[in-house]
C-alpha cells in the first residue's frame, strides 16, 4: 500500500494538516502536498481510466508530464476538468473526483474495450464502420463520442477572474532550478533587467531530491542563498507558480502565472498571463524521465523511478512497501537508496545492462539489495495494482527467468531534456547519441528580428546531466545573453557541484529486445491515450512512416500530456521499425503552450462587459430611459426604435417615420465616423481616396463623397465637408470609421508617404444630432444664435455658430428627403444640447427616432446604404451613382480596376425600386428568379432585393434592389423567391419612391 | 489492396493484424507519367483520385515536398457546409458536401464524414439579412439551409449564450447536412485508393523546378531527378506562388498565417458545429471530446505556420463570450498554417499561360471542405480542358474583374 511515512517531506508542513474529498471519500493530506502526494498517502494509486481501452490508471510521474492522474477538480462555477493531480497543490476543502469511467473508478463498463483491444488497434475506426453509410451518424459515432472525452464539460459560469499583464525586461530565465537560479544570477550580474519564473510552488527542482551539494553546502541551502540574493536585486523579478509556456517571434514569451489555484475564493485573480517582451531567453527548463516499455508497464504502481523519489523526499509518501527497480541507467539507483533510508523495501533492481553501472550501483550493492544485470521485466503482474514482476534476459524473447513480488515498479529509461520552448520558434535539435536524447543544436537557434538566435538552453536541458556541468553551462548561459542583452559581463567563479559519478546509460528501447506480440501489445508507450509498441509498429507496417504519419494514425502523443513521456520512446519503435536511424524520424512539432494554460486567461479581463467594450455616445443613457430598443452597430449601440407604453417596435417604427415625416424627429447621429484630413496635399489625398473631386470643394459647402476599394467596389460613403484651403472634414458610415481611418493611413504610411497629410479620427470628439422634419429650422430658430436660413444655410452648405449658447456647426444635408440640418456640437456639450433639442421641440411635436426610422426614410427616398446596397460586389454604376464619379481626374482608387471589362460593362445588375403586386413586404434578400437553370443545375436568377420595408409614408411594402439591366425595364413584373412558399411577384419602379422631385428638404 | 471491414479486421486480430500492407506505396518514381500532380494535400490526391476514376488516367504520380496530407489538409477544424452565397460557390462547395457524404463508401476508408450540422450565428440585423439573403440563394442553388430562431439555436446547442451582454443571437443559417470529418482520413483515403489505381504518391520529393518547351511544360526538376509529364497540376496551397514562379507566371495570391487550437478531450457537450462571426469564431467538438476552436488570419504574409499570439486571445475571448463553459477548459496546443488567399477570397481552379499546365489553389481559409469537389471539378478540367464546376474559377476573373466574393456572407470563418 502507499502510506505517509514519519520521515522526509521536505515541503510539507506536518503542522497543517488539511480536510479533502476524493469521489466523496473524506481524506486528509498536510499543507504543501501536491494533490497526487495526498491521494497516494491515502493509499489512493487508482486515479483515473485511459481514454481508449479505460485501464486501471495510478500516477505514473510527479510533475507536469503526468499522463494518468487527471482528475474533475472542484464543483460548479470553480469546476475544472482533467486537472493534474501532480501540479495541483492541496488545499482545506478541496474536491476531487476520478474521470472517464462508468459507474465508478473501481468499476468501470468500458473497462470491456481492454478485453476486446485485440479487435481495437490503432486506427481500427478508419477500416470499420462503413456500411451501412446511414450508421455512422446515428449508431457508431454516438457511440463512439459517448466514451470518448475525458472529464466532465464545465456547466456553470466561470466564477473566478484572471488578468494580463505586460512585462519587459531584457532576458527572462525559465526554470527555478540550479541552472535556472545560476543563469538568472550570471545575467543579472551583467546588470540587465531578468524575469526568472518557476512553474512549480518550489525552487530548486531536482538537485535537492538528488543529494547535490554546491560549494559545500547542501542543494537546499544553496537554492535558499542564491534565491534570497536574487530577491534582493533591483533588476531581478521572480515568480514561482509561472510557466514559461511558450516563445514565438521577436522576443515575445509567455507566461502562465497560477495565483489562486491553491487558494480559492481569495479574492485574487485565479490566473494571470504574462506577455514578456524580452531580448534573450534561456530556457532551464530540466528534463524528464523516460518510461520503459515493457509489457504491464501501464498497471497502477508502475511509477517512474525519480518520481517515486520525490514523493518520498518532498512528500513523505511511499508509494508502496516493496519497490523493484528497472533502469538502464545510473541515476534511477538513487531511488533505491532513497527507499532504503527511508525504510522501505527494495527486493531487486532490474538493470537491463550486462555490465551494469557505476558507483550508485556498488553503494546500492553494499546495502544487500539484489541487482540483476543484462535483465529486463518480461512483464508486470497485477490489475488495479501491481502484485509482481516477471524478471527474463534483457536480450531474450521473454522466457520468465523468476518472479518477484512487489507494490511499485520504478522504472527509468534515461532522460529527455525539455526542448520545448527552444522549439516552439524555430529551433533545431540533434540527436546525442552517447545519452540517447535529442537536445538543443546550438548551431539552430530560434532567430530574432536581426537574424541572430534568441533562446539559449541550460543545464540538463542542454544535455548535462551531472549538476556540475549544469552549473557551468547555467553561468555561461547566462553571461552570455547578459552580454546579448547589452549587459556588462564580470568574471565570476562558478559554483561547484558534487554529485556521484555515473556510468554511460545503454538506450532500451523495448524490454525485452526481442518481446513476442502478446509482449508488445501489452507494453505501453501513450498511458493516455492506450497506445501500445505494436500500434506504432501496425503504423509502421502500414506505411505509415513520417512520424507525422504514424503520430496521427496511432494518437501518440496527442493526448494531454502532448507526449512528454511517449514521444521518444514511440519515435524509437518507429525507427526501428522502419530500420531508419532515429534522428532521420525525427520529432514530431513542438507546439505551445508547454502544459494546457486556461482559456480564461488567454481572455483576460475582456469578459462579459468588458468584452469589446460598447461605445456609448453622450446621450446613450438618455436613450437608455426613453425606452431604447438596442441594436449594436460597429462597436457602439444605436437606438433601433424608441419604444413608447405598450408599443412594438414596428408600432414604434411606425410613429418615428409618420413623425420626422410630419413634424420634427431627433436622430443621435454622434456615431457616425468624423475624419479631418488636413495639410498641403489633403485636396490631392482626397481626390485618390474618392471617387468624387473634392479638391475644388469650396470652403463652406459639402459634398456627398464615394470611396472604391482597389477593386473598384464601393466601400463607404458620406458628406464630405471643407473647413477652410488645408482642412475637410470627412463623414464616414458608423461602422466604417475605423476601417476608413485605418484605411487613409495605410495608404499614407505605405504609398504615398511624402505626401503631407494628416488624418485624425474626431468621431467621439463631437455629438451630433440630426434635427430632421417641416418643423427643423423652426425650432433652431427659437433656440435662436445662428442663421439657419435658407438664403445663410442653403442646401449642402456648412457654418459655424452657436445655438442656444452652444458652440455648434450646422450641415444643411439630409438623408430623409426632409428639411434636415446635422448639427455637431462638443461632445461634453451633447447630452445637455439634446435635452434642450427635446424640451424646446416639444411644441412642434418632436420626437427621438431610431435606426429603423432612419433606414425607412432613406429607403423611401432611394437613397443607398452602405452594407445594404453594397456588399462588396457593387460598383458606384450598378446604384445609378455614375453622376459622383469624376471624369476630370487622372486617378482615384478603384479607378483602374473598373475599366475591367466585366466592371465597365453596362449588361449588369442594377439599382431599381420594387413593389409588390399585393402591396406586401418582399422578404429580405430574396432573389428575382430567372428561367431556366445554370450548368450546374441552379436555378438562374436576374436579381435581388437590397432592402426591404413596410412604408408608413405610403402604407404598402417598398424595396430596393439589383436587378439586371433594370432601369430599362420599368414597369415589368418579375417574380421574387419566398421562402417556404411560392414566389412573389413585383413591378420594377423608380427607386425613389417619395417626392421625387426633392420638394420637402428644398425650403 | 485488402478491403476494410469490420470481418477484416475481425480476421486480422486472430493473426496479429500481420496480414495489413501498405495504405499506399513507396515506389521509385518513373522517368515519365501522363500527369504530374505537385502537392499530395487533399487537393491533389482528390485531382488524381477523379483522374483515375472519372477518366480513366490512371500514369499519375502526386508529388509532394513532405509528408502527404502534411499541410492545410492536415492542420484545419475540419468543418463541411456548402452555405455559400454565390453561384459558383455554392455548386463547388455543394458537390463537394455531397462527394464527402459517400466517401467512406467510394473509398473503402471511414472519414468518419458527420453530418452533425452547421449554423452560422447572426448577432447583428446586417448578419441576419445577410443570412436570409443567403438562405434565399441557397433554395435556388439546390442547397438546404434554412434560417433558425434563437430558441432553435438554443435547442440545438444547449451551451450556447444566447443573451449575451455584447451580441445576443438574433438566430442562425443551420445546415443540417453540413458536418466534420477526419481530416487526415481524407488524405489517407484518398492516397490508398490512388495506390490502389496504380499511381504514384511520391512522398519527400521536392519539385525545384519546370521544364518547359514552345508554351508547354515538359517535366519537373525534383530532388529525386527530372520526371517528364504530359500534363502538369499545381495544387500547393500556400506555396502556389513559389511553384508558378518557377513555371514563369505570377498569381494574384497572398500567403498569410491561419491559426487554430484545441482545448483538453471533456466528454460530449456540442454535437453541432457553431461559427459566429460577429465575435470571430468558430467551434465544434471532435469525436475524442476536443474542443476544435478555429482563429483568424495574420494581416501580414508569412510563410511561418505560427502567427501572432494576440488572434487566440481575441478568437478565446470571442468563444468565452458565445459559451461560456469554454473559461473553464484549458487549451491543450495551437497552431498554425499558411493560406493562399486569392483577391476575391473565392479558389483559382484554372488553366495557365502554359498550355498544358494547370492550377488549384487560392482556397484560403476554407478549402479543406471543398477536397472532394475541387478534385472532381479539377480533374474534369485537366482531363478536359473544361469543366461547368471550375469555369468560373478561372484566373481571367481577376483581370476582367468579374469576382466571385462572398465576404457578405462568410466575413472571416470561409
Given at each position: ?866 452594407g445594404d446596397e453594397?456588399d462588396?460586389t ?48 418582399l422578404e429580405d434578400g430574396a432573389y428575382a ?12 436568377t436576374?436579381g435581388r432585393v437590397t432592402s426591404t ?12 434592389g439589383l ?13 421574387f423567391t419566398?421562402i ?24 | ?82 452555405n455559400y452565397l454565390q453561384?459558383?460557390?455554392a ?29 452560422m450565428?447572426a448577432?447583428?440585423?446586417h448578419e441576419v439579412r445577410g443570412y436570409q439573403r443567403t438562405a434565399h440563394a441557397n433554395s435556388l442553388q439546390?442547397?438546404?439551409t434554412?434560417f ?25 443559417l ?232 462572398e465576404?457578405v456572407a462568410a466575413?472571416?470563418?470561409?
Open positions: 500500500m502507499s502510506t505517509r511515512l514519519a520521515s522526509h517531506g521536505r515541503l510539507i508542513n506536518r503542522a497543517r494538516a488539511l480536510s479533502f474529498t476524493f469521489n466523496g471519500k473524506v481524506m486528509s493530506g498536510f499543507e504543501g502536498d501536491s494533490l497526487a502526494a495526498s491521494l497516494l498517502a491515502n493509499d489512493q494509486m487508482l486515479m483515473g481510466r485511459s481514454f481508449k481501452y479505460h485501464r486501471p490508471r495510478g500516477v505514473l510521474a510527479s510533475g507536469g508530464e503526468e499522463p494518468n492522474a487527471l482528475i474533475n477538480l472542484g464543483v460548479e462555477s470553480g469546476f475544472e476538468p482533467n486537472a493534474r493531480a501532480t501540479t495541483t497543490e492541496t488545499f482545506s476543502g478541496l474536491t476531487a473526483a476520478s474521470q472517464n469511467h462508468f459507474p465508478s473508478l473501481e468499476f468501470d463498463v468500458g473497462a470491456i474495450n481492454s478485453k476486446l483491444s485485440r479487435f481495437l488497434p490503432a486506427g481500427f475506426y478508419y477500416k470499420m464502420f462503413i456500411h451501412p453509410r446511414s450508421f455512422w451518424k446515428h449508431i457508431y459515432e454516438p457511440i463512439i463520442r459517448h466514451s470518448a472525452g475525458l472529464g466532465k464539460a464545465p456547466k456553470a459560469r466561470d466564477q473566478d477572474s484572471y488578468e494580463h499583464y505586460y512585462h519587459h525586461c531584457e532576458v527572462m530565465v525559465v526554470g527555478g532550478g540550479i541552472a535556472g537560479l545560476q543563469a538568472a544570477q550570471s545575467a543579472a550580474a551583467t546588470g540587465v533587467r531578468v524575469l526568472l519564473v518557476e512553474q512549480t510552488a518550489h525552487w530548486g527542482g531536482r538537485a535537492p531530491v538528488d543529494g547535490v551539494t554546491i560549494d559545500g553546502l547542501a542543494a537546499e541551502d544553496w537554492v535558499a542563498q542564491t534565491l534570497a540574493e536574487l530577491a534582493a536585486c533591483d533588476n531581478v523579478v521572480i515568480r514561482n507558480r509561472t510557466q514559461g509556456s511558450g516563445v514565438y517571434d521577436h522576443g515575445y514569451a509567455l507566461a502562465y502565472e497560477r495565483i489562486a489555484d491553491h487558494t480559492p475564493g481569495d479574492g485574487r485573480p485565479r490566473h494571470r498571463l504574462w506577455r514578456v517582451r524580452c531580448k534573450q531567453i534561456v530556457t532551464a527548463t530540466g528534463a524528464i524521465e523516460r518510461p520503459l516499455s515493457f509489457a504491464g508497464n501501464d498497471i497502477p504502481g508502475v511509477m517512474l523511478a525519480s518520481a517515486v523519489r520525490d514523493y518520498v523526499v518532498n512528500f513523505a509518501v511511499s508509494p508502496g512497501d516493496r519497490t523493484v527497480v528497472v533502469t538502464n541507467n545510473d541515476d534511477a539507483y538513487r531511488t533505491a537508496l532513497c527507499l532504503l533510508e527511508a525504510g522501505l523495501e527494495v527486493p531487486l533492481i532490474v538493470d537491463a545492462r550486462p555490465e551494469g553501472g557505476g558507483a550508485l550501483m556498488e553503494a546500492v550493492q553494499a546495502s544487500g539489495i539484489r541487482v540483476a544485470l543484462g535483465r529486463g521485466i518480461a512483464k508486470v503482474k497485477g490489475g488495479k495494482r501491481v502484485t509482481g514482476v516477471q524478471i527474463c534476459a534483457q536480450a531474450g524473447e521473454g522466457s520468465v527467468l523468476e518472479e518477484v513480488a512487489c507494490d511499485v515498479v520504478a522504472m527509468s529509461g534515461g532522460w529527455s531534456p525539455v526542448v520545448h520552448l527552444w522549439s516552439h520558434c524555430g529551433g533545431k535539435l540533434i540527436w546525442d547519441a552517447d545519452q540517447a536524447m535529442f537536445r538543443p543544436d546550438p548551431d539552430q537557434p530560434p532567430l530574432g528580428a536581426d537574424g541572430a538566435g534568441f533562446v539559449k538552453v541550460a543545464g540538463l536541458a542542454n544535455g548535462h546531466l551531472r549538476s556540475a556541468p549544469v552549473l557551468e553551462d547555467a553561468a555561461e548561459q547566462g553571461r552570455a545573453v547578459g552580454r546579448a542583452a547589452g549587459g556588462k559581463v564580470q568574471k565570476a567563479a562558478v559554483p561547484a557541484a558534487m554529485d556521484a559519478e555515473e556510468v554511460a546509460l545503454s538506450p532500451v528501447w523495448l524490454m525485452p529486445q526481442g518481446a513476442s506480440y502478446a509482449l508488445r501489445s501489452k507494453a505501453w508507450l501513450d498511458f493516455q491515450n492506450d497506445v501500445k509498441v505494436s500500434d506504432v509498429q501496425l503504423a509502421a507496417q502500414e506505411g505509415f512512416e513520417s512520424v507525422e504519419h504514424a503520430k496521427r494514425y496511432t494518437t501518440l502523443g496527442m493526448a494531454t500530456d502532448q507526449g512528454k513521456l511517449s514521444n521518444i520512446n514511440g519515435l524509437a519503435i518507429l525507427s526501428k521499425s522502419l530500420n531508419a536511424p532515429i534522428p532521420d524520424v525525427g520529432t514530431t512539432t513542438f507546439r505551445p503552450p508547454y502544459t494546457p494554460i486556461s482559456m480564461a486567461s488567454l481572455a483576460g479581463e475582456a469578459r462579459g462587459e468588458l468584452f469589446q467594450p460598447v461605445r456609448k455616445t453622450p446621450m446613450h443613457a438618455w436613450h437608455d430611459s426613453h425606452g431604447a430598443d438596442w441594436e449594436p452597430v460597429g462597436g457602439w449601440r444605436r437606438p433601433y426604435a424608441y419604444l413608447r407604453g405598450s408599443e412594438t417596435v414596428a408600432q414604434a417604427v411606425e410613429r418615428e417615420v409618420i413623425n420626422t415625416r410630419e413634424k420634427l424627429g431627433f436622430l443621435d447621429a454622434s456615431t457616425l465616423g468624423k475624419i479631418i484630413v488636413k495639410g498641403p496635399d489633403a485636396g490631392k489625398f482626397l481626390d485618390m481616396m474618392y471617387t468624387n473631386m473634392m479638391s475644388n470643394l469650396q470652403p463652406g459647402r459639402c459634398r456627398y463623397g464615394l470611396m472604391c476599394s482597389e477593386n473598384g467596389f464601393l466601400s463607404d460613403d458620406g458628406v464630405v465637408a471643407r473647413i477652410d484651403e488645408q482642412t475637410w472634414l470627412c463623414h464616414t458610415t458608423s461602422g466604417g470609421a475605423d476601417r476608413i481611418h485605418a484605411h487613409m493611413e495605410e495608404w499614407l504610411q505605405t504609398e504615398w508617404w511624402d505626401w503631407k497629410v494628416w488624418v485624425v479620427n474626431v468621431t467621439e470628439q463631437l455629438a451630433q444630432v440630426a434635427v430632421v422634419g417641416p418643423n427643423a429650422r423652426k425650432l433652431l430658430e427659437k433656440l435662436g444664435g445662428m442663421d439657419v436660413s435658407a438664403e445663410r444655410l442653403p442646401f449642402m452648405a456648412w457654418a459655424d455658430g452657436t445655438i442656444a449658447g452652444i458652440d455648434c456647426r450646422a450641415y444643411r444635408i439630409s438623408f430623409s428627403g426632409e428639411l434636415s440640418y446635422e448639427i455637431a456640437v462638443p461632445a461634453n456639450q451633447g447630452l445637455v444640447f439634446w435635452e434642450m433639442l427635446m424640451e424646446a421641440g416639444a411644441e412642434f411635436g418632436a420626437m427621438p427616432y431610431g435606426t429603423e426610422c432612419l433606414h425607412i426614410l432613406r429607403a423611401e427616398k432611394g437613397f443607398i446604404m452602405i453594397t462588396g457593387v460598383i458606384p454604376q450598378d446604384l445609378g451613382l455614375s453622376w459622383a464619379i469624376s471624369k476630370k481626374k487622372d486617378d482615384f482608387l478603384g479607378k483602374r480596376a473598373q475599366q475591367r471589362s466585366f466592371m465597365d460593362n453596362p449588361d449588369r445588375w442594377q439599382l431599381v425600386g420594387l413593389e409588390t403586386l399585393d402591396g406586401s413586404v428568379i430567372a428561367e431556366g437553370s445554370n450548368a450546374n443545375g441552379q436555378g438562374n436576374q420595408y413596410y412604408s408608413p409614408t405610403l402604407g404598402k411594402g417598398i424595396a430596393m436587378v439586371h439591366n433594370g432601369p430599362e425595364r420599368m414597369g415589368e413584373v418579375i417574380y419566398k417556404g412558399t411560392n414566389p412573389v411577384q413585383a413591378k420594377i419602379v423608380s427607386p425613389v419612391f417619395y417626392d421625387p422631385e426633392g420638394e420637402k428638404a428644398n425650403v | 489492396m485488402k478491403r476494410n471491414s469490420v470481418f477484416a479486421v475481425a480476421r486480422e486480430a486472430m493473426r496479429q493484424h500481420s496480414g495489413w500492407g501498405r495504405t499506399w506505396g513507396n515506389p521509385e518514381a518513373k522517368k515519365a507519367y501522363d500527369v504530374v500532380i505537385i502537392g499530395a494535400g487533399g487537393h491533389g490526391l482528390a485531382t488524381a483520385y477523379y483522374l483515375g476514376k472519372n477518366f480513366g488516367i490512371t500514369n499519375v504520380a502526386v508529388i509532394e515536398k513532405g509528408w502527404l496530407g502534411g499541410g492545410n489538409t492536415g492542420r484545419n477544424t475540419t468543418i463541411i457546409r456548402s453561384d459558383p460557390s455548386a463547388l462547395y455543394e458537390k463537394a458536401r455531397s462527394l464527402y457524404e459517400t466517401m467512406s463508401q467510394d473509398l473503402n476508408y471511414n472519414v468518419m464524414f458527420s453530418p452533425r450540422g452547421v449554423m450565428l448577432q447583428t440585423h439546390g442547397v438546404k434554412e433558425i430562431s434563437p430558441a432553435r439555436v438554443k435547442e440545438l446547442c444547449p451551451i450556447i449564450n444566447i443573451d449575451g451582454p455584447r451580441y445576443s443571437v438574433l438566430g442562425a443551420w445546415q443540417a447536412r453540413g458536418g466534420s470529418a477526419r481530416h487526415d482520413a481524407v488524405a489517407w483515403g484518398y492516397a490508398r485508393a490512388c495506390t490502389d489505381m496504380g499511381m504514384h504518391i511520391l512522398q519527400k520529393t521536392e519539385v525545384t523546378g519546370i521544364t518547359q518547351s514552345g508554351g508547354n511544360v515538359t517535366g519537373v526538376d525534383t530532388s529525386r531527378g527530372h520526371i517528364a509529364c504530359k500534363k502538369l497540376g499545381m495544387v500547393v496551397a500556400g506555396h502556389a506562388s513559389v511553384v508558378a514562379n518557377m513555371a514563369g507566371f505570377q498569381l494574384p495570391i497572398e500567403s498569410v498565417p491561419l491559426q487554430a487550437l484545441v482545448s483538453e478531450p471533456i466528454k460530449p457537450c456540442m454535437d453541432v458545429v457553431v461559427m459566429a462571426n460577429t465575435v470571430h469564431g468558430y467551434m465544434s467538438q471532435s469525436d475524442k471530446g476536443e474542443m476544435v476552436i478555429g482563429g483568424g488570419t495574420d494581416a501580414y504574409n508569412a510563410y511561418t505556420q505560427r502567427g501572432s499570439f494576440h488572434h487566440l486571445e481575441e478568437t478565446v475571448r470571442a468563444l468565452i463570450e458565445t459559451f461560456p463553459m469554454v473559461s473553464r477548459l484549458k487549451m491543450l496546443r495551437h497552431w498554425g498554417g499558411i493560406v493562399d488567399v486569392t483577391g476575391d477570397r473565392s479558389p483559382i481552379l484554372s488553366k495557365t499561360p502554359l498550355g498544358n499546365t494547370f492550377i488549384n489553389c487560392g482556397w484560403g481559409t476554407g478549402g479543406f471542405k471543398a477536397i472532394p469537389g475541387s478534385g472532381w471539378g479539377f480533374a474534369e478540367l485537366m482531363a478536359k480542358g473544361e469543366s461547368p464546376l471550375t469555369d468560373q474559377f478561372g484566373l481571367d476573373r481577376f483581370r476582367a474583374g468579374r469576382f466571385i466574393d465576404s466575413g472571416v470563418a470561409h
